[in-house]
Every structure is written in structure tokens, then in C-alpha cells.
């Protein structure tokens, strides 16, 4: 079965740190774009990074560049989002989606892991 | 780029005819996805590149569009489809989202 399983989530403090994994199965992992994508009540569905299929390049949107990293390892299947200086806003439920070379679009999802960040 | 879905809600009983719309902010080809979500899950991919079915998906959906105008038709909606959709761009970074719409009963 093809299928990504996110971990990681928790509650941190503001300014704090944590790390977010995703760990993929049933497919050639590194042949493919891979994503994260949050979604807040009051923002809806906000796309937050990606990374090519061999990690050479590496995209970000603009709230958090300089803050979060993306990164994988393709002999684990595995895909992560570092986060640091982490704010109140970044409350959400982070998911991890596969991209399609064709088109980019995010054809396979996880079932999320919940990020809290509150003193 | 900003999506706009519409509308933000709407009700419809079983075996109507829904039809949801998605206007980008500048012309972004056919790199035009359609999600569904129910709560508690992610989001499942409807369409891709406008108008592709994704595999497993029910024929009773559909897309159409290019450029900056795209639409998801739902033809007999059943009881299971009483969900959110959502559309996104994959034309660059940041992809974007729409911000939802509500089909309920």
C-alpha cells in the first residue's frame, strides 16, 4: 500500500524547537518531489516546503524561510521538517504529501501530526 | 498567486448536481488540483492537471479550466461526498490553496 505515517507533532513553547517525520512506504521514495502542507481553522490549507527527489533544491514559503528545514534521507523512506523559533502561528496540523514530477501536483497524503505552540 | 473558491458554503441534497468554482490571480496553465476533505483526515486528490480523474476517484467528478478560470462538477452527489473541497495551484512556489468550500446537507 502506498502510504506516508507524519510524527513528531507535540506542544512547544514559543521559541521553541521540534522535529517533524514522515516516513514513507510502497513506492520508489526517491524518485519523488516530496512536501509539507499545514492547515490551520483560520487559515485553511497553507503549503510550507518542498524538496526534489534527491534533495538539491529546496523551497519555502515565505512565513517561514529562515525558521524551518527541510530535508530527507532516501535510504529511510524518510522526509523531515526541522522548526525552530517556533511562534504561536505555527499551530497547525502539519501533513506530509508526495509531488508528482509531472505537473507537481500532491497525489498521496498523510493523516497529519498537530503542532502546538503555547506557553 | 491567490485562488478564490465559490462559493464558501453551500447545501445540496443527494443526487443534485454541484458545481464549484476556482479563479487564480494570474494565469497558471492547466497546474490546477482538486481536493476533498472530510474532518479528522487529509486531504484526498479529486483531479489533477485540471481535468484529470485520479485513479480510484468516481466518475461523477469532474474538472475543467485553464488559464485562471477552473470548475468541479460533482454530477449526483452521494451522501459520502458532503465534504470540503479545496483547489491549489502547483504552477510555483508557494503553491496555494483556495480557501474551501463546504458542501453540506
Known amino acids: 500500500e502506498v502510504q506516508v505515517v507524519e510524527s513528531g507533532g507535540g506542544l512547544v513553547q514559543p521559541g521553541g524547537s521540534l522535529r517533524l517525520s514522515c516516513v514513507a512506504s510502497g513506492f520508489s521514495f526517491s524518485r519523488f518531489l516530496m512536501n509539507w502542507v499545514r492547515q490551520t481553522p483560520g487559515k485553511g490549507l497553507e503549503w510550507v516546503a518542498n524538496?526534489?527527489?534527491?534533495?538539491?533544491?529546496?523551497y519555502y514559503v515565505e512565513s517561514v524561510k529562515g525558521r524551518f528545514t527541510i530535508s530527507r534521507d532516501n535510504a529511510k523512506n524518510s522526509v523531515y521538517l526541522q522548526m525552530d523559533s517556533l511562534r504561536a502561528e505555527d499551530t497547525a496540523v502539519y501533513y506530509c504529501a508526495r509531488g508528482q514530477n509531472y505537473y507537481y501536483y500532491m497525489d498521496v497524503w498523510g493523516k497529519g501530526t498537530t503542532v502546538t505552540v503555547s506557553s | 498567486i491567490q485562488m478564490t473558491q465559490s462559493p464558501s458554503s453551500l447545501s445540496a441534497s443527494v443526487g443534485d448536481r454541484v458545481i464549484i468554482t476556482c479563479r487564480a490571480s494570474q494565469n497558471i496553465g492547466n497546474y490546477l488540483s482538486w481536493f476533498q476533505q472530510t474532518p479528522g483526515k487529509g486531504p484526498k486528490l479529486l483531479i489533477y492537471v485540471a481535468s484529470s480523474l485520479q485513479s480510484g476517484v468516481p466518475s461523477r467528478f469532474s474538472g475543467s479550466g485553464s488559464g485562471t478560470d477552473f470548475s468541479l462538477t460533482i454530477s449526483g452527489l452521494h451522501r459520502e461526498d458532503f465534504a470540503t473541497y479545496y483547489c491549489?495551484?502547483?504552477?510555483?512556489?508557494?503553491?496555494?490553496f483556495g480557501q474551501g468550500t463546504k458542501v453540506e446537507i
Open positions: 491549489q495551484q502547483s504552477y510555483n512556489t508557494p503553491y496555494t
Open positions: 524538496i526534489k527527489e534527491d534533495g538539491s533544491a529546496k
